[in-house]
């Protein structure tokens, strides 16, 4: 069982920069475990932004942010903290953004386990 707890949204203009953190705490055994970012606009459905894996061999981007956001992981026994450091936002950017993990290697499930969200606003 894992509990994610996220932070670090707000608003912005556009052009501007925001960090999203989670920090995941809980029993996280020796299996791989995915950790990503999802975010959900109104009457949108969830989309996945990006993901990495605890091992750091694999990361994952939503095309529509390439270039322009960068996921990251801190860990250690204790916790681990994911980041999503977020440049050059857009408009259309705007969403609820979520944290999201499973155990197991990315791309091959979805998350089972979820924060609360954190909203992002940025305006033109």
């Known amino acids: 069982q894992l509990q994610l707890v996220e932070s670090g949204g707000g608003s912005v203009q556009a052009g501007g920069s925001l960090r999203l953190v989670c920090e995941a705490t809980?029993?996280?055994?020796?299996?791989?475990?995915?950790m990503g970012w999802f975010r959900q606009a109104p009457r949108n459905a969830r989309e996945r932004v990006a993901d990495?894996?605890?091992?750091?061999?694999?990361?994952?981007?939503n095309d529509s942010v390439k270039e322009r956001f960068t996921i990251s992981l801190d860990q250690d026994t204790v916790k681990k903290t994911l980041y999503l450091l977020m440049n050059s936002l857009k408009p259309e950017d705007t969403s609820m953004y979520y944290c999201?993990?499973?155990?197991?290697?990315?791309?091959?499930?979805?998350?089972?386990?979820w924060g609360q969200g954190t909203q992002v606003t940025v305006s033109s």
């Open positions: 999201g993990a499973y155990f197991g290697v990315c791309s091959s499930g979805s998350p089972v386990y």
């Open positions: 809980g029993y996280f055994s020796d299996a791989p475990l995915c």
């Open positions: 990495i894996d605890t091992r750091n061999t694999y990361t994952y981007y």
